[in-house]
């Protein structure tokens, strides 16, 4: 029980976070967003809500993991964990808030970056941990790719 509790915070800070990030898209997800030239590989929209609700389950357990080790590195790992869930949500911010794709392309590079820190730092400490991540670098990849895609032809 006293590892489950740090898990299912970070879980409900994970989702939270991604309510946030909602919020920010503002209207541009109604009024903006469909008017763009979109890959033809652009997932329709209840396929995202349902990739990143599995994916904000996934990072909350393992930063809820990286926590519970009560360590300096831990720490630190959760601080990167805290910037990279920041950077998610400025994402939201600036490709949807601002509709700058090109901004959300540069925050999407560092949050990239960002995470691969995070699983490599994990990696060290706990394996579970850095692998329930790879999906999330994964899909980043995948959003680099729609990202790109719309920056070029828009």
């Keep these: 029980m006293k590892r489950l509790l740090p898990i299912l915070l970070f879980v409900v800070l994970s989702f939270i976070a991604g309510y946030i990030s909602r919020l920010l ?8 967003y469909p008017m763009l030239v979109k890959s033809s590989l652009t997932p329709p929209g209840h396929v995202f809500s349902l990739v990143w609700g599995v994916l904000y389950l996934l990072m909350g357990i393992s930063a809820g993991i990286i926590w519970s080790m009560h360590s300096l590195y831990s720490w630190l790992l959760t601080v990167l964990f805290v910037v990279q869930i920041l950077l998610n949500m400025a994402w939201s911010l600036f490709f949807f808030g601002m ?3 090109l901004s959300g392309l ?3 590079i560092v949050l990239f970056a960002a995470v691969l820190l995070y699983v490599a730092g994990c990696y060290t400490q706990n394996r579970v941990s850095a692998c329930l991540n790879i999906p999330y670098l994964l899909w980043l990849m995948f959003a680099m790719f729609l990202n790109t895609y719309i920056v070029i032809y828009n």
């Design 25 to 32: 898209q503002g209207t541009s997800m109604e009024d903006w």
């Design 99 to 101: 509709q700058s794709p």
């Design 106 to 108: 540069v925050v999407l």
